[in-house]
């Protein structure tokens, strides 16, 4: 990931334009008089040797001839000429490159065809890789970023940059809006436009050769002028840099996306959409309009809570139907205590019943509205209140609206919809000014509702502390790899039943003793043997469902039954699936599912994102009922537990009802499975069906892994990245004890912020620059859940012991900007374990893997005060420096690779 020049091309001082071509017509034209007639300030050099001028403006015959270095430059001629034009122009001193080519191609009959960006590149055998290579490569020794290829542009409105090929200026405003279709973006600045809503950046990604939405979102983040993002995508290449790039913008700024779903990839592709948008702290939405209104609620709006809603209306039966609309949009009406209720009635309408939804009837007014919301927004189980109000008899629209502002003051969600046209847009225009979101009918307010609650579920994953796992468990991680090899060896790319069971053994998830047969008479001796009933499975690598092909037999009472049963059962899988290789027969001893629930856990592998975790209801009709949530690893045992809430079955698991279970169980088996995938690459597909829960045990009964060759890590194809055991180091002192420097783990949190609450406050002021008594949940939660792909944080612990039960001794961490370029370090040492040297150990440690990623300064701010962190900074070779601004902080550094 890296922003690195991306503020040439949106804050750029001087730009070119190159094109071809006599006619006054075309991009160059277009692009020209935009950037003219949008009032940037800086010059606008074209270049154009077949032209005097474009808009106006003197053309120059090329780039050494330019009297000043353009920092931007606009290519409009053709893909082909792009190498050598941005060779020309690196060395020259241009950073940023913006691809806004059109061609025109003539077929044999002489027709021409205009091709945008995307569809010129159909003329190449390979579909422009080849180009793109020699593009990139060009660009790469001058550090120039290239923007596209693509047929729209984008503008800045802010700065008064207008590099598009749009015929409608975007307004300014604080929204980014990032589109990967330029017909989607024309139709959102028009929509934008007629109703005043207006940019910090309207940006057509294009074919994302070089900068795409993980850089840009990188960038928005660091934009001052920019308060929410939009996107419409379709889909992302650099999965781990969009997911990381995602999650560190989430937790400062909304980002809301509008993707289509496509029905080609199927519904698990876009399932792990849904899950990667969660993960990301993203809010999803489903048309243009509720993007821009999810942007305007998020940032008008005071947060919620939880989907509780209050409704308050004059018409019942308005109110009615937006309860209606609200439950089926899974939110819920809040409770009223019975104390607040009679007070309604005395208060608003005497002799009539309140109850939620609050009808106030027809003749409502101000008065009424406004004692309410005083009696409402006190009640402790609404995260809001939903304001209708719909034309009366006696319609005092605009002073009721008064009467809502006039409480707005509260630190409680107040939305409103005053229902109507003409009549009531003065009304609205005072919720607008008042800055309370303001809805024309009462489904799109509960469908914003529904989505700050959701919005804020997301905020609220992304900083939950995770319970300490519940056990430990160490997988077998080299007898699973050595069965897959094996398969693999053998040609085959599914583990038969037995082989499969020992995997899932291999990771200490208990499955049903089985024993192996390879004929029928084999599997009668075995039913012998165990003299108890028995099922018999077919183990084959070519059948997946055993049931379609009569591969399976239960309840089988005697070893004459198991013979003539597996005897039947050869011949008719030979007649239902003839090429069927039959390794055998799997022969296991029957389990009683009495009081058991069924469901089924596995994995996925996507084709933008990796692999995925699934978790549902289970048994032989698991497609049938569809019950069934994903959600990318790692998980930890929230995640895991958050995985399950999307299923209609954790109601039931959760509800009890006579049949507990062990949800803990549950949970720790789902981070079994995610172990599994960081651990095994040639996993790419896994379905353990059925598993039976019940109160004291868990127990899968079948699974069907599909694998495949790999050469990469297994940690590669996954789209966040995992916990980096293997940076964990255990260290031994003279006097014996021992201690674990391992990276911070979420699960950490808790002895994070004891660590905080015993060290003297003086140590707190010196790492945190201010006095701080209780290190706060948030921000807690921020330094414990780290994306490792651009942060990291080392603790010292106690050895052999599990995360959230392992004191922790001391801390450090650096945060490294996402060029990689520079990183800054921070630690925080118990001083009652200063003099073993705890603190010089943790500094070379992140020393060392500063450099292992090729990060090139490491950097502090230590106040002038903290003697033996500079003397410490000193001995391992920093420099050390004032700082202008504060003359009590000093600025250390030291140089890296």
Same mark, same amino acid.
């Given at each position: 990931?890296?922003?690195?020049?991306?503020?040439?091309?949106?804050?750029?001082?001087?730009?070119?334009?190159?094109?071809?071509?006599?006619?006054?017509?075309?991009?160059?034209?277009?692009?020209?008089?935009?950037?003219?007639?949008?009032?940037?300030?800086?010059?606008?050099?074209?270049?154009?040797?077949?032209?005097?001028?474009?808009?106006?403006?003197?053309?120059?015959?090329?780039?050494?001839?330019? $009297?000043?270095?353009?920092?931007? @430059?606009?290519?409009?001629?053709?893909?082909?000429?792009?190498?050598?034009?941005?060779? &020309?122009?690196?060395?020259?001193?241009?950073?940023?490159?913006?691809?806004?080519?059109?061609?025109?191609?003539?077929?044999?009959?002489?027709?021409?065809?205009?091709?945008?960006?995307?569809?010129?590149?159909?003329? %190449?055998?390979?579909?422009?890789? @080849?180009?793109? %290579?020699? #593009?990139?490569?060009?660009?790469?020794?001058?550090?120039?970023?290239?923007?596209?290829?693509? %047929?729209?542009?984008?503008?800045?409105?802010?700065?008064?940059?207008?590099?598009?090929?749009?015929?409608?200026?975007?307004?300014?405003?604080?929204?980014?809006?990032?589109?990967?279709?330029?017909?989607?973006?024309?139709?959102?600045?028009?929509?934008?436009?007629?109703?005043?809503?207006?940019?910090?950046?309207?940006?057509?990604?294009?074919?994302?050769?070089?900068?795409?939405?993980?850089?840009? +979102?990188?960038?928005?983040?660091?934009?001052?002028?920019?308060?929410? #993002?939009?996107? !419409?995508?379709?889909?992302?290449?650099?999965?781990?840099?969009?997911?990381?790039?995602?999650?560190?913008?989430?937790?400062?700024?909304?980002?809301?996306?509008?993707?289509?779903?496509?029905?080609?990839?199927?519904?698990?592709?876009?399932?792990?959409?849904?899950?990667?948008?969660?993960?990301?702290?993203?809010?999803?939405?489903?048309?243009?309009?509720?993007?821009?209104?999810?942007?305007?609620?998020?940032?008008?709006?005071?947060?919620?809570?939880? /989907?509780?809603?209050?409704?308050?209306?004059?018409?019942?039966?308005?109110? *009615?139907?937006?309860?209606?609309?609200?439950?089926?949009?899974?939110?819920?009406?809040?409770?009223?205590?019975?104390?607040?209720?009679?007070?309604?009635?005395?208060?608003?309408?005497?002799?009539?019943?309140?109850?939620?939804?609050?009808?106030?009837?027809?003749?409502?007014?101000?008065?009424? !509205?406004?004692?309410?919301?005083?009696?409402?927004?006190?009640?402790?189980?609404?995260?809001?209140?939903?304001?209708?109000?719909?034309?009366?008899?006696?319609?005092?629209?605009?002073?009721?609206?008064?009467?809502?502002?006039?409480?707005?003051?509260?630190?409680?969600?107040?939305?409103?919809? =005053?229902?109507?046209?003409?009549?009531?847009?003065?009304?609205?225009?005072?919720?607008?000014?008042?800055?309370?979101?303001?809805?024309?009918?009462?489904?799109?307010?509960?469908?914003?509702?529904?989505?700050?609650?959701?919005?804020?579920?997301?905020?609220?994953?992304?900083?939950?502390?995770?319970?300490?796992?519940?056990?430990?468990?160490?997988?077998?991680?080299?007898? @699973?790899?050595? #069965?897959?090899?094996?398969?693999?060896?053998?040609?085959?790319?599914?583990?038969?039943?037995?082989?499969?069971?020992?995997?899932?053994?291999?990771?200490?998830?208990?499955?049903?003793?089985?024993?192996?047969?390879?004929?029928?008479?084999?599997?009668? &001796?075995?039913?012998?043997?165990?003299?108890?009933?028995?099922?018999?499975?077919?183990?084959? $690598?070519?059948?997946?469902?055993?049931?379609?092909?009569?591969?399976?037999?239960?309840?089988?009472?005697?070893?004459?039954?198991?013979?003539?049963?597996?005897?039947?059962?050869?011949?008719?899988?030979?007649?239902?699936?003839?090429?069927?290789? +039959?390794?055998?027969?799997?022969?296991?001893?029957?389990?009683?599912?009495?009081?058991? !629930?069924?469901?089924?856990?596995?994995?996925?592998?996507?084709?933008?994102?990796?692999?995925?975790?699934?978790?549902?209801?289970?048994?032989?009709?698991?497609?049938?009922?569809?019950?069934?949530?994903?959600?990318?690893?790692?998980?930890?045992?929230?995640?895991?537990?958050?995985?399950?809430?999307?299923?209609?079955?954790?109601?039931?698991?959760?509800?009890?009802?006579?049949?507990?279970?062990?949800?803990?169980?549950?949970? *720790?088996?789902?981070?079994?499975?995610?172990?599994?995938?960081?651990?095994?690459?040639?996993?790419?597909?896994?379905?353990?069906?059925?598993? =039976?829960?019940?109160?004291?045990?868990?127990?899968?009964?079948?699974?069907?892994?599909?694998?495949?060759?790999?050469?990469?890590?297994?940690?590669?194809?996954?789209?966040?990245?995992?916990?980096?055991?293997?940076?964990?180091?255990?260290?031994?002192?003279?006097?014996?004890?021992?201690?674990?420097?391992?990276?911070?783990?979420?699960?950490?949190?808790?002895?994070?912020?004891?660590?905080?609450?015993?060290?003297?406050?003086?140590?707190?002021?010196?790492?945190?620059?201010?006095?701080?008594?209780?290190?706060?949940? &948030?921000?807690?939660?921020?330094?414990?859940?780290?994306?490792?792909?651009?942060?990291?944080?080392? #603790?010292?612990?106690?050895?052999?012991?599990?995360?959230?039960?392992?004191?922790?001794?001391?801390?450090?961490?650096?945060?490294?900007?996402?060029?990689?370029?520079?990183?800054?370090?921070?630690?925080?040492?118990?001083?009652?374990?200063?003099?073993?040297?705890?603190? $010089?150990? *943790?500094?070379?440690?992140?020393?060392?893997?500063?450099?292992?990623?090729?990060?090139?300064?490491?950097?502090?701010?230590?106040?002038?005060? /903290?003697?033996?962190?500079?003397?410490?900074?000193?001995?391992?070779?920093?420099?050390?420096?004032?700082?202008?601004?504060?003359?009590?902080?000093?600025?250390?550094?030291?140089?890296?690779?």
């Amino acid at each position: 990931m890296t922003i690195r020049n991306l503020e040439y091309l949106f804050k750029p001082r001087s730009i070119a334009v190159i094109g071809r071509g006599k006619k006054a017509s075309g991009s160059d034209v277009t692009v020209q008089f935009n950037l003219i007639e949008g009032g940037f300030k800086g010059p606008v050099m074209p270049i154009n040797p077949d032209q005097q001028s474009v808009s106006g403006v003197l053309a120059y015959r090329d780039i050494a001839s330019l $009297p000043v270095t353009p920092e931007l @430059a606009i290519l409009t001629t053709s893909l082909d000429e792009a190498p050598t034009l941005i060779s &020309e122009l690196g060395a020259r001193g241009t950073r940023a490159v913006l691809l806004l080519s059109r061609e025109v191609l003539q077929d044999h009959r002489g027709t021409k065809t205009a091709l945008l960006s995307p569809d010129l590149l159909r003329k %190449h055998s390979d579909d422009g890789e @080849a180009l793109k %290579h020699k #593009i990139l490569e060009a660009a790469k020794p001058y550090l120039l970023r290239v923007m596209g290829p693509d %047929h729209l542009g984008y503008a800045v409105p802010s700065t008064h940059l207008n590099a598009s090929l749009s015929c409608t200026r975007p307004l300014a405003g604080h929204i980014a809006l990032l589109c990967q279709s330029a017909a989607v973006m024309r139709s959102v600045i028009d929509w934008a436009t007629s109703r005043d809503i207006g940019f910090s950046h309207v940006i057509s990604v294009g074919m994302r050769w070089d900068v795409d939405f993980g850089d840009l +979102i990188d960038y928005l983040l660091r934009d001052s002028n920019t308060r929410a #993002i939009l996107m !419409y995508m379709e889909n992302t290449h650099n999965r781990r840099k969009f997911v990381s790039a995602a999650r560190a913008a989430g937790r400062i700024k909304p980002l809301i996306v509008l993707k289509p779903r496509d029905f080609r990839a199927g519904p698990i592709e876009d399932a792990v959409y849904d899950a990667v948008f969660q993960r990301a702290g993203i809010l999803r939405v489903n048309n243009i309009e509720q993007l821009f209104s999810a942007a305007e609620t998020l940032a008008t709006a005071k947060p919620v809570y939880s /989907n509780r809603l209050t409704l308050l209306s004059n018409s019942y039966s308005l109110a *009615l139907l937006t309860s209606d609309t609200l439950l089926r949009h899974g939110g819920r009406l809040a409770e009223i205590s019975a104390a607040t209720r009679e007070q309604l009635a005395r208060d608003c309408r005497p002799d009539y019943p309140i109850e939620n939804p609050v009808d106030l009837g027809d003749m409502a007014g101000p008065e009424e !509205y406004g004692k309410a919301l005083d009696l409402l927004l006190q009640e402790p189980g609404a995260d809001g209140v939903l304001v209708i109000h719909a034309p009366a008899s006696v319609d005092r629209a605009m002073d009721s609206a008064r009467a809502v502002i006039e409480r707005a003051k509260n630190r409680r969600l107040i939305m409103s919809c =005053w229902v109507g046209e003409s009549s009531v847009e003065p009304a609205r225009d005072l919720f607008r000014a008042a800055h309370i979101p303001t809805y024309e009918a009462p489904g799109e307010a509960v469908e914003a509702f529904m989505r700050l609650a959701q919005y804020r579920r997301n905020q609220e994953l992304l900083i939950e502390t995770p319970p300490s796992i519940p056990e430990g468990f160490t997988p077998d991680i080299e007898t @699973a790899r050595r #069965i897959i090899q094996i398969a693999l060896t053998a040609g085959r790319r599914r583990l038969n039943a037995y082989e499969a069971s020992q995997v899932l053994s291999a990771y200490e998830i208990r499955t049903v003793p089985l024993q192996f047969a390879s004929t029928p008479e084999a599997a009668s &001796e075995i039913a012998l043997e165990l003299r108890e009933p028995v099922a018999l499975k077919i183990l084959s $690598p070519d059948i997946t469902n055993k049931s379609e092909v009569g591969g399976v037999a239960f309840g089988l009472n005697n070893p004459l039954e198991v013979l003539v049963a597996a005897a039947g059962m050869l011949e008719q899988v030979h007649q239902l699936a003839p090429d069927a290789v +039959i390794d055998g027969f799997a022969v296991q001893p029957m389990q009683s599912r009495h009081n058991a !629930y069924e469901l089924m856990i596995g994995v996925r592998t996507g084709r933008r994102f990796g692999p995925v975790i699934f978790f549902g209801q289970g048994g032989t009709e698991a497609e049938v009922i569809d019950d069934v949530a994903y959600a990318l690893p790692p998980l930890n045992m929230q995640l895991a537990r958050d995985l399950m809430s999307r299923t209609r079955l954790y109601r039931q698991l959760s509800a009890h009802r006579g049949r507990p279970v062990d949800l803990d169980a549950i949970t *720790l088996t789902l981070i079994k499975v995610s172990q599994m995938v960081i651990d095994l690459a040639e996993v790419i597909e896994m379905d353990i069906n059925p598993i =039976w829960v019940r109160s004291d045990n868990l127990l899968a009964l079948d699974a069907n892994i599909l694998i495949e060759t790999s050469t990469a890590p297994a940690t590669q194809r996954l789209a966040i990245s995992p916990y980096p055991k293997e940076l964990e180091r255990r260290y031994e002192l003279p006097d014996g004890r021992a201690f674990l420097m391992r990276p911070i783990l979420p699960e950490d949190e808790p002895e994070l912020r004891d660590l905080v609450r015993r060290i003297p406050s003086e140590d707190v002021r010196m790492r945190f620059f201010q006095p701080m008594r209780e290190l706060p949940h &948030e921000m807690a939660a921020r330094l414990t859940q780290l994306d490792y792909e651009r942060e990291m944080a080392f #603790i010292v612990t106690t050895p052999d012991s599990l995360p959230g039960k392992s004191r922790i001794w001391g801390v450090v961490r650096c945060n490294a900007d996402p060029d990689m370029e520079k990183a800054e370090y921070s630690i925080l040492v118990d001083r009652n374990m200063t003099g073993l040297g705890l603190g $010089p150990m *943790l500094m070379r440690y992140i020393i060392d893997y500063a450099k292992s990623r090729g990060i090139k300064e490491l950097y502090g701010e230590v106040l002038r005060e /903290n003697e033996s962190m500079l003397r410490l900074n000193r001995a391992l070779h920093f420099r050390v420096s004032a700082t202008p601004d504060d003359p009590g902080v000093l600025h250390v550094s030291l140089l890296l690779n």
